[in-house]
């Protein structure tokens, strides 16, 4: 069976310091990926979405990138955080249009 | 890009009582239809889903939806609900065959008072 992977779980981090999230799926080969931030009274809001290695969509331009250096590794990155990018941030896989989307446990960040 | 409306912000029902959540979405083509529920401190998990055939969805735990194509709506309900349904519901949308992205609404909070 599929399982995805998203740590930390929980991550303090300061203004103006660089930030690295990482998901990783197993059970699926070439899944499409999704990096989502999650806000109170916002709903979800879709960040990144990668059909393939290498491939980036961004749907919102903001202080944060993504990668995916491997078939099933999704990276959220940001060089200097900002207070605005505190937040609970998921990932997911999907197949579409075979699949829904399957989401990891997220991780919550709060930026100080 | 695509949205998602969830106009019930907030919802407060009484055990027993009936549920209905409105979600409207603005994409044209053959879409994709999810609701999903966030139990408190728990992650996402599928309620039910619509791709084809029978408008009429059966999900978990008596839930059910209904597409209704030319209002571009794909409302959930549960005729009783239960405390245990105390939680955070949010519809999302994929555009079937033309897109990967998956769009949410903005969530309704559900209150299930014992």
């Known amino acids: 069976s599929q399982t995805i992977h998203q740590w930390p779980a929980t991550l303090v981090q300061p203004v103006g310091s660089p930030l690295s999230l990482e998901c990783t799926v197993e059970?699926?080969?070439?899944?499409?990926l999704y990096w989502y931030r999650q806000a109170a009274g916002r709903g979800l809001q879709l960040l990144f979405y990668s059909v393939g290695i290498g491939q980036i969509s961004s749907e919102v331009p903001q202080n944060l990138s993504a990668s995916r250096p491997q078939d099933r590794q999704f990276i959220l990155s940001s060089k200097k955080l900002l207070l605005s990018d505190s937040g609970f941030y998921l990932c997911?896989?999907?197949?579409?249009?075979?699949?829904?989307?399957?989401f990891g446990q997220g991780t919550r960040l709060t930026v100080v | 890009a695509q949205s998602v409306s969830q106009h019930n912000h907030h919802v407060i029902l009484s055990e027993a009582a009936s549920l209905e959540l409105g979600c409207n979405y603005s994409?044209?083509?053959?879409?994709?239809l999810f609701w999903y529920v966030q139990y408190p401190g728990q992650h996402l998990q599928l309620l039910l889903k619509?791709?084809?055939?029978?408008?009429l969805v059966k999900g978990i735990k008596g839930f059910e939806a209904e597409f209704i194509k030319s209002k571009f709506s794909f409302n959930l309900r549960k005729p009783s609900v239960q405390w245990s349904d105390t939680a955070e519901y949010f519809c999302a949308v994929n555009p079937a065959f033309t897109g990967n992205q998956f769009y949410f609404g903005t969530g309704t909070s559900l209150t299930v008072i014992p």
């Open positions: 059970g699926t080969s070439n899944p499409n």
């Open positions: 994409y044209g083509g053959t879409v994709n």
């Open positions: 997911a896989w999907a197949t579409p249009p075979d699949t829904e989307a399957f």
């Open positions: 619509y791709f084809s055939g029978d408008p």
